[in-house]
């Protein structure tokens, strides 16, 4: 099969809105978590005061996407309503759109009424769906209608599920064979700007999670941005035996890793060692090419 014909072609630049985003070289999206239950953040920004220093920080940092969740897809999370979830969400959107209106917004959800409320009211950029549209029938049709670009996620089972007991033929064209099946469908909606994030630690063992990031390469057959959400997650702290705390080099570790292996997006919750991370790459990549020149 020929993936380029078949979905998209060769793209580096997304249109947010009218606001042109460009992954030729790689970009920053971090995160903000208004929930009480996620595995690292959680809790921390129920305080006005505390969110809005965050939302500062990850600005003054250099963000180039603000993300804002507000439903923990951490196994064992509670599950809460959409209006629940769209009332977490106000005081980040309001805030961020009132001090920074030109910064792109992405909302981390995968219900399509929070996507079209968070798009509609608060002019957000940019849909990230960890079920790339599997949990609701509506959102591919309301990411067409929105003409957002549009972030689908690989994850194995239900937030609940998901590591009960992950298992894989082959991870890597089982997740490509994923991806092919909906990139075709989000193309007959008439979606144009997809990005994909293979989902490390949603529904994969450690294991299977140095496997991915091993392999990551791999989904640059579909010539369409790559995003990597690394950032503090279990395959380092279990596997480091610290805490989501103390796992801050192993991010940078395996965000350069990520980036090395053809990642366009970083998800982090640390915009700065981030950005200090794609800069050394950067001037790595800068060498090797040159190098080859010669």
Known sequence: MNFK?????KKSTL??????????????????????DSFYDGGRYSNDDHLHKKIDQLFSEGTDIIDVGAYSSRPGAADITP????????????????HYPD?????DTFRSSVASMAISDYDVDIVNDITAGLADARMLETIAYHSVPYV???????PATMQANPVYENIIKDIIAFFADRLQMASSFGIKDVIIDPGFGFGKTIRHNYELLHGLKAFTIFEIPVMAGLSRKSMIYKYLE????RSLNGTTVLNTLALLNGANLLRVHDVKEAKETIRLYQKYM??????SEQ
């Open 5 to 9: 014909d078949t979905f998209f072609s």
């Open 83 to 98: 209006d629940d979830e769209k009332k977490r969400l106000l005081p980040a959107l309001l805030y961020i759109r009132k």
């Open 242 to 245: 610290i805490t989501p705390e």
């Open 103 to 107: 910064v792109l917004i992405s909302v």
């Open 15 to 36: 249109n947010c809105r009218g606001k042109l985003l460009d992954l030729s070289t790689p970009r920053i999206m971090g995160i903000i978590n208004v929930t009480p």
């Open 152 to 158: 689908m996620m690989h994850m194995q089972g239900t």
């Open 286 to 291: 800068e060498v090797e090419s040159m190098s």
